[in-house]
């Protein structure tokens, strides 16, 4: 079995143990609470709850299931909003209010060729390995962006969404590795586990808290296994995807985009260098302007007064105004930058929190193509990849004796 498939099993124990605590809750709780009523009231409440229960079952045979047993009162309001949480996931999952409508594509459209070009890449490239791997294709769409924050590409439940700028010409060599890791998450079924685990709650909101006091819909132990579960596995599915798009020819591509990520951030260190260089002389110079007030100074620092009469210096309203003005300039050149500086530092961390798992990435790819480009000189195999960008100089980490890249 595999890891993905064991922690999925867990997941659905942790759902069975909910159903099986609102049982538990039906059959003790009520009783208890029952025994606390005084007795001209708890037979009210008895009558009332008999009341309720022929309006729910009209069939005879169910209210004679449902009157003496409290818990399948319990355990069938548990399964409805199972049911409920599971329609509203599909109607949410259905919805398109975030994206322009998503279009499948047709034989001959641009669009729907350079995707079944990349997949006949990949299937090329798979005849590589023994024993052959089987590639399997999902149902995908394309959609325009409508906002900068959507992604690229993404599942819609077990439909791949691709942005359309990324089916251009001029992006290609990104989409080539990007669809390629996502074919890794559907064919070793992990979108399927998405599919299924996105239709459970994924934290506790005043809602769901008073349904797990009443026993109504006990989900405290899925969203646990949920928590506690699976987010170490998806890290780890990171590093499996990738090896899935080596597999399928896009190891070069994939490293390059990589690195291409890990120098961005080492580019955002550079700028804000030097916005901090600039800031520094900025605010010497708005010291300047601070000093010239001080003694009623109206020259523009670093402008020769010489070919000026001392009343157009000192004495002026138009002086004073000129030199406001700039000092404003200055001032708004500071606030500017100091802005641009704290984006950059946004950015900067969010790039930073994910520079470990980026150099894990790269190396494993390294590794990996640093074997396969051994491999093919002992042959005497010349690659075809000229398109693909080269390895760095440098040389990567290797493959552990005994580690085999899976090559016939």
């Not at 729907?112 to 999902?138: G, N, S």
């Not at 399927?192 to 996105?198: G, K």
Request: charged fraction near 25%; include cysteine; glycine fraction near 4%.
């Amino acid at each position: 079995m595999s890891k993905g498939r064991y922690r999925m099993m867990w997941t659905i124990l942790a759902d069975l143990v909910g159903l099986a605590l609102s049982y538990a809750y039906g059959v003790i709780v009520p009783a208890w609470v029952g025994s606390w009523i005084p007795k001209p009231l708890s037979t009210h409440a008895l009558k009332l709850y008999e009341h309720i229960i022929a309006l729910l079952s009209h069939p005879r045979f169910l209210q004679s299931a449902f009157l003496p047993n409290a818990g399948l009162i319990w355990l069938t309001i548990a399964i409805l909003f199972h049911l409920v949480y599971r329609m509203l996931y599909v109607r949410r999952r259905a919805q398109s209010k975030d994206l322009a409508k998503p279009h499948s594509g047709s034989p001959g459209d641009h669009y729907w060729e350079t995707v079944q070009q990349r997949f006949k890449d990949y299937r090329v490239a798979l005849e590589r390995w023994k024993p052959k791997i089987t590639l399997r294709t999902p149902t995908w769409r394309y959609y325009k962006r409508l906002y900068t924050d959507q992604p690229d590409i993404y599942w819609r439940g077990r439909t791949l969404v691709i942005e359309k700028s990324l089916l251009e010409p001029n992006r290609l060599q990104e989409l080539a590795p990007y669809l390629a890791r996502e074919l890794m998450y559907y064919n070793c079924e992990d979108v399927a586990c998405w599919d299924i685990l996105d239709s459970y709650p994924d934290h506790l909101n005043w809602w769901l808290v008073l349904w797990n006091v009443l026993g109504f819909y006990v989900c405290l132990p899925v969203i646990l296994a949920k928590s506690f579960l699976w987010t170490s596995y998806w890290r780890g599915r990171v590093k499996v995807a990738d090896e899935y798009a080596y597999a399928l020819g896009q190891g070069r591509l994939l490293h390059y985009h990589i690195d291409m990520q890990i120098r961005q951030e080492e580019a955002l260190q550079q700028e804000r260098s030097e916005i901090a260089r600039e800031i520094a002389q900025l605010e010497q110079q708005s010291q300047v302007f601070e000093n010239q007030v001080s003694i009623m100074d109206w020259s523009l620092p670093g402008e020769d007064t010489r070919a000026y009469s001392y009343e157009t210096y000192h004495n002026t309203a138009g002086s004073q105004e000129r030199f406001y003005r700039a000092w404003n300039r200055l001032s708004v050149r500071i606030s500017k930058l100091r802005k641009r500086d704290l984006q950059l530092g946004i950015q900067e961390l969010k790039a930073h929190s994910v520079r470990p798992m980026l150099e894990e990435r790269r190396g494993q790819l390294a590794a990996r193509l640093r074997t396969e480009q051994n491999w093919m000189e002992q042959h005497g195999i010349t690659s075809s990849l000229s398109t693909a960008p080269l390895l760095p100089k440098q040389e990567p980490p290797r493959l552990l004796p005994g580690e085999s890249d899976g090559r016939a």
